[in-house]
């Protein structure tokens, strides 16, 4: 995937990973894929990257995940949800607001069945911050789903905030719901 996204072919990027790992030890080779040895090298590498190029990495990500799994072409509810989490991550990452809601709700439902509630707060917290991304009854049904995640990991003061907001939206729209 990443070989796609950087417009690599696959044995060029591998013949660049294993380099990397033999020069550098900061990749190994963990059965058909490579990992970083410690996640705070990943951390300190991704610092390190202007974020306009971030931004770039994380839609290019996005892209080249979208056309393998050929996701575009299908109905959101129906992609598994590993691959609607990282679709949604990496568009919203990579400044794509409107492509990532396309897969918002079945990212959700995949990590709250899957009791990643901390994960769901935080992709809903990504979206949230969007730009005009979300606005009215939608913004106030995500934070009420949110809410509802809070609630369940304990983190009861953000919630009564996350209800608060959404009660204000939803006085101002007038919806009943």
């Given at each position: ?164 907001e959404a009660l204000i ?9």
């Open positions: 995937l990443v070989a796609e996204a950087a417009g690599l072919g696959a044995l060029p990027a591998l013949r660049r990973c294993g380099r990397i790992e033999r020069r550098h030890r900061l990749i190994h080779t963990a059965g058909r894929r490579f990992l970083f040895d410690h996640h705070q090298v990943q951390e300190v590498l991704y610092a390190g990257i202007s974020p306009q190029l971030r931004e770039r990495y994380h839609r290019a990500l996005a892209e080249a995940l979208e056309a393998r799994e050929g996701a575009d072409d299908q109905e959101p509810r129906r992609l598994e949800g590993a691959v609607a989490v990282p679709l949604c991550e990496h568009f919203l990452r990579g400044g794509c607001g409107a492509r990532a809601l396309r897969y918002l709700d079945s990212a959700l439902d995949h990590l709250e069945a899957s009791h990643f509630h901390a994960a769901a707060v935080d992709l809903a917290d990504r979206a949230l911050a969007a730009e005009r991304l979300l606005g009215g009854e939608k913004r106030a049904n995500l934070l009420v789903r949110k809410a509802k995640r809070l609630g369940l990991l304990g983190r009861r003061p953000e919630e009564r905030v996350v209800l608060e939206l939803a006085e101002r729209t007038g919806g009943p719901r």
